[in-house]
């Protein structure tokens, strides 16, 4: 997810720690960002942050290291008395926020049920590192089997440390790639997890999501056809200005470039980023429209398909590649970019930097290192009909993971270990119970989820209009009525699996 995709997914990660905007997405599953909370600081001195020890690798009995793992509880809602559940929040690619604990729809629930509130940070995300750096070799430990055998070994310890009984229902909830794990976890260990609230969560592992940017077309189309039809003017254009010499000047003015197009010109890879960024910046603002997100960035929070579509649609804007150019500055501007940086070599050097230290630690290289070994999730241009253009095909993707973590990492590795997850997990045909999977139609990962109930006892809920992971947000006066239905409903499960 580069330029768009960076946004979506990294509001929070990227642009606090000023990760360039071109990592925004790409390496991002669709990260959810903290939720919007103007009260910051008053709210999360009642939050306590504590380190869990954690094994490093669950699956080797001999192998014995063990590392700290971050966590938080809020127990100020809990009643042991009333035989309060304990509610999990899954942390996912990026730093667990501690304003989770006391924001968005899960607080609301936790109230409302008495609920104990946990979240546990993601082995090699934030600030909990299992091993000393990020080598390739280190990372074999980075996996959502790791990150499943994580939760199960907390839970347990907690079980102990509590002295619950077995009545006692711990419920997970995680958005985007928590939202899978959550599923997963109710999967994987149904004795310790009673009831699984999953957003956003793509289930479906693939190499080539192609469907990404066909979902990303449709919800601009909601705004207006004559939206759409402007960004694939405004990317033919590009594509012309990059056909003639005396169209690169122009291209490294209008869009801010760091470095002038000129001399990339017969460099595939940089030309693909370059186009992938400027389908990003547009990406980016879909898959987080109107999310109830980010606490106090007012100028990324603002931009959505409206205020995007009204620039491709203004006259006074000029051609449609002006309108293109107008989106990025706005984008550049909110995450206070100085220029468009879109230099393949350049981003592949900072994903190899193994070190804590570098900004890419914050989650973009062990988040391609999941990509690249667990899931695909490649966001091509493979799909028809184009309006981004056909620019960066999905070789584009794996020729980063082989550039990134080594040869081995090539297409036909992926495949396979994209193949054994579904196989693992079961993809779409996950057999589970007292599972909720929710998922907003203007977000382009419902494409890799479940959108409709098969069975009773995993319903989903599918949301017209909303975007990824919109019902955790924190409630708003703006929301759709059917959001604040969803969010009643799953209410509702959690209160049945708690009583079962
Ligand atoms: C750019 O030039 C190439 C090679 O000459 C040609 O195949 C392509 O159609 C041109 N693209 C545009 C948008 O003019
Ligand atoms: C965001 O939008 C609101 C309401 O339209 C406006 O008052 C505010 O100035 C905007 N903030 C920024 C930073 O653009
Ligand atoms: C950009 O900088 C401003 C002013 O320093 C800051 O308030 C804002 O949070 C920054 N935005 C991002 C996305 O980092
Ligand atoms: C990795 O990142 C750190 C922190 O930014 C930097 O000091 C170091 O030089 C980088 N290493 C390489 C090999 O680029």
Aim: with cysteine; charged share 20%; glycine share 6%.
């Amino acid at each position: 997810m580069k330029l768009i995709t960076l946004i979506f997914i990294q509001i929070l990660l990227l642009n606090i720690h000023g990760w360039k905007i071109f990592h925004r997405g790409r390496e991002n599953g669709g990260n959810i960002g903290a939720p919007y909370d103007p009260n910051y600081k008053s709210n999360t001195k009642f939050v306590q942050e504590e380190w869990f020890v954690q094994r490093l690798d669950h699956f080797n009995p001999t192998d014995l290291r063990v590392w700290k793992q971050r966590y938080f509880t809020n127990d100020q809602f809990y009643k042991r008395s009333s035989n309060g559940p304990v509610f999990l929040m899954i942390g996912g690619e990026g730093n667990a926020s501690p304003s989770w604990m006391t924001r968005g729809t899960w607080i609301d629930y936790a109230i409302r049920f008495k609920a104990l509130c946990f979240q546990l940070e993601h082995r090699y995300y934030g600030q909990s590192h299992p091993t000393e750096d990020l080598s390739t070799k280190n990372l074999q430990y980075l996996t959502s089997q790791q990150a499943l055998a994580d939760l199960a070994a907390f839970i347990m310890s907690k079980n102990e440390q509590y002295g619950f009984s077995s009545n006692v229902k711990w419920i997970v909830f995680g958005g985007s790639y928590p939202g899978s794990l959550a599923a997963w976890m109710r999967l994987k260990y149904p004795h310790l997890v009673h009831g699984a609230m999953s957003a956003s969560g793509p289930l479906l592992a693939q190499v080539d999501f192609q469907d990404y940017y066909r979902i990303v077309e449709e919800s601009l189309k909601t705004s207006s056809d004559q939206c759409l039809a402007m960004v694939k003017e405004g990317t033919v254009q590009v594509n012309i200005f990059l056909n003639h010499t005396v169209g690169y000047k122009a291209l490294d003015t209008m869009f801010n470039l760091c470095d002038p197009i000129e001399k990339s010109i017969n460099n595939p890879n940089d030309i693909s980023n370059f186009h992938l960024t400027l389908a990003e910046n547009i990406a980016g603002v879909v898959q987080y429209n109107n999310d109830n997100r980010i606490g106090g960035n007012q100028k990324v929070k603002n931009i959505t398909i409206a205020s995007i579509c009204d620039i491709m649609t203004d006259d006074d804007v000029g051609a449609p590649i002006d309108k293109l150019a107008a989106v990025n500055s706005l984008i550049l501007n909110a995450y206070n970019q100085t220029c468009l940086d879109y230099r393949y070599d350049k981003m592949i050097k900072e994903l190899s930097n193994n070190t804590w230290s570098a900004e890419v630690s914050e989650g973009g290289r062990q988040w391609m290192y999941q990509t690249c070994t667990e899931f695909g999730f490649f966001q091509s241009s493979s799909y028809q009909p184009q309006v981004f253009g056909k620019n960066f095909p999905v070789n584009f993707y794996i020729q980063q993971c082989v550039d990134v973590f080594g040869t081995k990492y090539n297409s036909k590795f992926i495949d396979n270990n994209v193949q054994h997850t579904n196989t693992f997990y079961g993809a779409l045909d996950i057999d589970v119970s007292n599972v909720v999977f929710v998922h907003g139609s203007i977000d382009p990962w419902h494409a890799l989820g479940i959108t409709k109930t098969r069975e009773q006892r995993a319903p989903a809920i599918y949301i017209e209009g909303t975007a990824h992971c919109a019902n955790m947000y924190p409630k708003s006066d703006k929301d759709l009525p059917q959001l604040k239905a969803a969010r009643e409903e799953i209410a509702e499960h959690i209160d049945t699996w708690i009583r079962l």
